[in-house]
């Protein structure tokens, strides 16, 4: 593929700027840990993902996971360098199903929040739910002895 002059002009352009530009955009949001962005959050979270999530994120129905384990892999990470990319890669990934929905086999398990929420909304929801308190540790079952065994 050729591209010419000005194409290769665009597109090196767009690739200096869009890093600034988001740096620009996560000034103007309020510190994931801020009790602003929590309120937000929670108050979101009760009107939109309670129902299935549970309440508080602490009681989540059979078919909607516990979110408060989304970082679960990424914890026992020592490396703080993995450990920051474990936790951006969840962080994109809930950002993404969040915008997109949860569909399998053609059944739909969450709806697409994209045309509901805002991105600062989903950040804050994501900042309440990590306010909360984990879980604690499940269970092993015969099925983990059996894999540990292994």
Excluded at 38 to 60: D, F, K, M, V, W
Excluded at 99 to 127: C, F, H
């Amino acid at each position: 593929m050729h591209l010419s002059a000005s194409s290769t002009t665009l597109f090196t352009a767009l690739f200096t700027l869009l890093p600034m530009l988001h740096a620009q955009a996560a000034d103007t949001l309020p510190a994931p840990s801020a009790p602003a962005a929590i309120a937000l959050g929670a108050t979101i979270y009760q009107a939109n993902c309670a129902r299935c999530h549970g309440e508080q994120a602490s009681t989540p129905s059979a078919e909607a996971p516990d979110l408060r384990r989304l970082n679960s892999f990424c914890r026992p990470l020592k490396d703080p360098a993995l450990q920051r990319r474990c936790l951006q890669d969840v962080d994109d990934y809930f950002i993404m199903s969040v915008n997109t929905g949860k569909v399998r086999a053609g059944i739909i398990y969450m709806p697409p929040w994209r045309d509901v929420l805002t991105a600062q909304e989903i950040r804050a929801v994501r900042s309440f739910i990590d306010s909360r308190p984990l879980p604690p540790p499940r269970l092993k079952t015969s099925v983990d002895a059996d894999h540990d065994a292994h």
